[in-house]
């Protein structure tokens, strides 16, 4: 009787924890998170990755044939100004110039030599004139003009944020695991102790636009041709359930976004609160974690609550309509 009685015990415990797990899971289920419609500056930023290199760096080379040199004005490690002189010749010829401002890096003719048409004399390199070439995917490559603003972050200086504008972009890609990227020429305004060779990060903006109204990209959804949100009466707090207020599916158009944002050019106001996808129930007991799962599909994955008030945002990302 006693080993009946403990069974007994052990199967009433046993489907008390279960009925208690799939209430909890149940109410984790039907807790929807919510975003309000916010109303400020959303800009569209594209990304790349690449190397500080000279502006100038240029061999300098000789203009007539076998003239005798008289005398090597430069050495290398000398800093130079454009016109100023660096080889002259015994026949009083003219002399070889400084093509630009710049660093003489190396000189390889000797006085008493002759030297020859096309005959590289020497190197300059100009160390204050920097620029990065940034490697950019072929999918936002189009995105890409000229004098557009860029902010860099450079390896060796974590701390400082440097500015570019975009200054030529390359008219065929490099081709690496079936995909392309293009390289975008970004020359930079002040290049206070950067050294050629650093690496660098850029966030190019390609799209900026005041006063936009915004919300999460996956509390957007598509049926068929027609985006829409699902604007609610519920409380902003995450943790509301979708029962507590009055819902309404409204139909949007969207403007430009990014990784996070979507802009909504019609359909919403600012204050507004839309529904985002529900969270799963966690499989654990301790309900950590979980999974987010859309209701027919958001415009795109990820996204969650922006800053309050008219803050900017700013995310990298690609433009769209």
């Known amino acids: 009787m006693i080993w009946i009685l403990a069974s007994v015990l052990v199967i009433g415990f046993v489907g008390f924890q279960y009925y208690k797990s799939k209430t909890v899971n149940t109410e984790a289920a039907a807790q929807i998170r919510t975003a309000v419609v916010q109303q400020g500056k959303l800009e569209v930023k594209i990304s790349g990755s690449g190397t500080v290199e000279p502006v100038t760096s240029e061999d300098i080379k000789a203009t007539d044939d076998n003239n005798e040199i008289d005398e090597v004005l430069v050495s290398a490690g000398d800093k130079v100004s454009e016109g100023d002189e660096l080889i002259t010749f015994t026949d009083d010829s003219d002399p070889i110039t400084a093509p630009a401002d710049g660093t003489i890096t190396t000189v390889s003719v000797l006085e008493g030599e002759r030297i020859t048409k096309g005959q590289v004399v020497a190197h300059l390199t100009d160390y204050k004139n920097l620029q990065t070439v940034v490697?950019?995917?072929?999918?936002?490559?189009?995105?890409?003009?000229?004098?557009?603003?860029?902010?860099?972050?450079?390896?060796?200086?974590?701390?400082?944020?440097?500015?570019?504008?975009?200054?030529?972009?390359?008219?065929?890609?490099?081709?690496?695991?079936?995909?392309?990227?293009?390289?975008?020429?970004?020359?930079?305004?002040?290049?206070?102790?950067?050294?050629?060779?650093?690496?660098?990060e850029a966030s190019i903006l390609t799209q900026s636009k005041e006063n936009a109204l915004y919300v999460p990209v996956d509390g957007v959804y598509t049926n068929k041709n027609e985006k829409y949100v699902i604007v609610t009466a519920a409380s902003t707090d995450s943790s509301s359930d979708a029962s507590a207020g009055t819902s309404q599916q409204k139909t949007v158009k969207t403007g430009i976004s990014t990784d996070e944002y979507v802009e909504l050019t019609e359909g919403v106001t600012a204050g507004e609160t839309i529904q985002l996808p529900e969270l799963a129930a966690s499989s654990s007991s301790n309900r950590q974690g979980g999974m987010m799962r859309g209701n027919m599909g958001g415009v795109a994955n990820g996204g969650g609550m922006p800053p309050g008030g008219n803050g900017q945002v700013a995310p990298s990302g690609r433009g769209g309509n």
Request: aromatic share 4%; glycine share 6%.
């Open 135 to 200: 490697a950019v995917d072929e999918l936002d490559i189009t995105k890409i003009k000229k004098k557009q603003t860029v902010s860099l972050t450079v390896s060796a200086y974590p701390d400082t944020t440097y500015t570019g504008k975009v200054t030529a972009i390359a008219a065929e890609g490099t081709s690496a695991n079936g995909t392309s990227t293009f390289d975008v020429t970004i020359h930079i305004d002040k290049p206070t102790n950067l050294k050629v060779g650093m690496s660098t």
